[in-house]
Structure formats: C-alpha cells, structure tokens
C-alpha cells in the first residue's frame, strides 16, 4: 500500500442500508479526514480525526459515524442510508500541524436508491 | 469560520499565465492558505500553502496581501493538462481539524 487506499471504488445502496466505506493510509500519518463532494458544492467535511482514539464533527456530520481505533484506519458509516448521501466520498489524511498538506484517497461513488 | 469565496469558472489559452483570486475576509491569525488541484474521478492533490507574501514552488506561486483577506494562485504558462478544478482551503490543521472550509473551486479551462 502507498499513500490512502479506499474501499469499495463505488456502490449502489438500497435506502435504508446500513453502509461502511473504508479508508486506510500507510504514512503514520495522525489526522484523517471525510468529505462528500457534491456537483456545485465543493468539498464539504463530514467528520476527523486529529489522533488515533478521538473523533471530531465538521460541516456535514449528520447522518455519519466515524471512528478511529489505530492509526492507519478511518471507517465511515451510514447508519441508514438515505438518497440524499448519494455523492463521492473522498478519505484524507495529513501530518498535525498547519504546514501540512493533506493527501487524498482516489474516491468512493456512492448511490443510494 | 473563514469562509472562502472564488470565481466558479475562467478560461485562458495554452502558454498564458493564469490568476485565481480566492477572498477570505475572515481568515484568522493561525490559519493557513491552501490550494488544491482535481481532476475529474480523483481526489484533490496539493499545489502550494503560504500564510502571507510570496510563496513560489515549480508549478506555481502564491500571493498574499498584508491584511490576508485574500491570496493569488498565480500558473505560469498554463499547458492543457492544466484544465482541473482549483481548491482554496484555509484552516490551521495543527488545532482545528474540523474548521477546514474548502471554496467551491474554480474551474479552469485551458485551450489550444
């Protein structure tokens, strides 16, 4: 693995479905982040993680659970997914401190029906 | 919060040099100024960060007025696999992580 892996590349969910998207990164890096991307409204951020074990709330939080149980890894999860959450979901992750650019995973597309 | 502002599309030609203008009237002191490239089907990649004056790197520069409520992302004789969309990101990622605001990006059109 180099850099952030996502996983799955893209999924299509039935309304209502409970839903993981998974993030890992191989740079002991301590911040992690999710955002959505939505046509005409940017990157939004959902939620993240400055260090391993604590977990904070962004732009965009309802409707998602994050959590943060070592270092490398980064779950998102919809409870119960609803069409609205349809969007691109893009992993990041980044040294702490202000110096430090963030990298970013290849994306997940996800439909919900 | 500082919220970012940017122009939502330009178009410019093959060996032009090309200014984003991203406003942040409410930058403050610790924040930092970030800016992002993306493609179309990938994430983000970073281009160049700066907290005031000049920044320049190999593929681009970075201006920063005196007040800091605004900053130019300045591409030098822009090619066309320069056609992304540009991020404006401000934000200290050092103690507020959940505080990062991103612009709505400008989308960049190069032509031949």
């Known amino acids: 693995i180099a850099g952030i892996t996502q996983a799955p590349t893209s999924q299509i969910l039935a309304a209502g479905r409970r839903m993981t998207l998974r993030c890992t990164q191989d740079m002991r890096h301590n911040a992690m982040y999710w955002y959505r991307q939505d046509l005409g409204l940017g990157l939004r951020l959902i939620h993240y993680?400055?260090?391993?074990?604590?977990?904070g709330k962004g732009e965009v939080p309802d409707g998602y659970s994050v959590s943060r149980a070592n270092t490398d890894d980064f779950p998102l999860t919809l409870a119960s997914a609803v069409p609205s959450q349809t969007s691109v979901y893009f992993c990041?992750?980044?040294?702490?401190?202000?110096?430090?650019?963030?990298?970013f995973g290849p994306g997940t597309r996800l439909t919900v029906l | 919060l500082a919220k970012t502002t940017q122009p939502i599309s330009m178009d410019s030609y093959e060996g032009q040099e090309v200014n984003i203008t991203c406003s942040h009237n409410?930058?403050?002191?610790?924040?930092?100024i970030t800016w992002y490239q993306q493609f179309p089907s990938q994430g983000p990649r970073f281009i160049i960060q700066?907290?005031?004056t000049k920044v320049t790197n190999e593929v681009a520069s970075l201006f920063i007025p005196a007040d800091r409520k605004s900053s130019t992302l300045s591409l030098p004789r822009v090619s066309l696999s320069d056609t992304a969309v540009y991020y404006c990101?401000?934000?200290?990622?050092?103690?507020?992580?959940?505080?990062?605001?991103f612009g709505q990006g400008t989308e960049l059109s190069v032509k031949p």
């Open positions: 990041a992750s980044s040294g702490w401190g202000s110096y430090n650019e963030q990298f």
């Open positions: 409410n930058i403050a002191t610790n924040d930092y």
């Open positions: 990101l401000v934000g200290d990622m050092g103690n507020q992580g959940g505080k990062l605001i």
């Open positions: 993680s400055n260090t391993a074990g604590t977990t």
């Open positions: 700066g907290y005031k």
